[in-house]
């Protein structure tokens, strides 16, 4: 039982397998280099199956802008206020009949009033006994008309807004707004996102976008590790980022793992990659001596079938010679 269990296999993409002995080599390794640092890795077993958790460095290679949201998606979307909803559906009634306007009612002036009206400048005296009229007379206390209230928008307190920017994460300190919406991250920029051996490439896209809130479709991007000498392999949707990045090492200054465009990198060989950094002059003279290689292996293989083609015509002269044989 212990044995199966330390030989076991751990998935590293479609057919393919490491032991579970060498992925925890590994992942000693990687630890060992983050010590100290959020990026170490952590690993536990579930139901039989070897996990391992943590954050993934993801750095940005965009050629491209890409679209931020305008809203979560937990937002409710409000439309602005139309001329049909509210200041036309004033005279509305409840079923959208049109209600008739009311009629002033005919208020009677009282005494004070008619004073008020008549005398504009009153006498000390004048203006004594109107007060003492004024104060027997009922008052109406003022009230909000209903017409006069304006309609509140969609204001957020700084608590909300702060919370929404803790919601909404930036990218390497851009958040959302109207005017940038639509901007290309600084190609190099590392972000991070917290994932496990279990999810494939597609499902790391997804997460890696909708934690910045990006409109663009999963389906436009891939995952490609780079590495200094030029060699670019692209993750195929079978692969686990987080399995991948272990298995190349911890030192991003060797392999980054890159978010890119699909129709806008190529894939780079390690064969060809060793050749990129020599400068021209040096591979013109590559390819004359593998011209000149090429030649010497065509001509051999010209004297090669030379040779048999005249071997096979003297056989065939050799049959005809002789006579049939019952």
């Known amino acids: 039982m212990d044995y199966h269990h330390q030989t076991s296999l751990v998935p590293c993409g479609q057919d393919k397998y490491i032991s579970k002995n060498e992925l925890l080599l590994h992942l000693k390794t990687y630890n060992l280099y983050y010590e100290g640092q959020n990026l170490q890795l952590r ?9 391992v958790e943590g954050l993934l460095n993801i750095s940005w290679g965009l050629r491209r802008p890409i679209r931020l949201q305008m809203q979560d998606d937990n937002e409710r979307i409000r439309p602005p206020p139309s001329s049909s909803s509210w200041h036309s559906g004033c005279n509305l009634g409840a079923q959208g009949t049109i209600l008739k306007p009311l009629t002033m009612p005919n208020i009677p002036i009282s005494e004070v009033d008619a004073l008020a009206e008549s005398d504009q400048t009153l006498s000390p005296t004048d203006s004594r006994g109107l007060k003492s009229l004024q104060e027997d007379t009922p008052q109406l206390m003022r009230t909000r008309s209903d017409v006069g209230v304006r309609r509140r928008g969609n204001v957020r307190t700084p608590s909300d807004q702060r919370r929404i920017r803790r919601h909404r994460f930036s990218i390497n300190g851009h958040f959302y707004n109207h005017k940038t919406s639509v901007f290309t991250p600084a190609y190099g920029s590392i972000t991070n996102v917290r994932i496990n ?29 780079v590495h200094t000498s030029g060699e670019k392999q692209k993750l195929k949707n079978t692969d686990y980022p987080l399995i991948a990045r272990i298995l190349q090492g911890p030192c991003e200054q060797v392999s980054k793992v890159f ?7 190529e894939e ?8 990129i950094k020599f400068e021209m002059p040096v591979l013109k003279s590559f390819i004359q001596k593998l011209q000149e290689e090429e030649d010497r292996e065509v001509k051999k293989l010209m004297r090669k079938y030379t040779v048999l083609r005249l071997m096979i015509r003297q056989r065939l002269e050799e049959i005809a010679e002789t006579p049939a044989t019952i």
């Open 43 to 51: 690993h536990r077993e579930e139901e039989d199956e070897f996990i």
């Open 197 to 225: 051996s279990t999810m494939t490439t597609p499902q790391v896209l997804k997460l890696l976008l909708n934690k910045f809130k990006i409109e663009n479709s999963a389906e436009e991007f891939a995952l490609y590790v």
């Open 268 to 275: 780079v060989t390690y064969d060809v990659a060793q050749y």
């Open 259 to 265: 978010l890119m465009e699909k129709d806008q990198v």
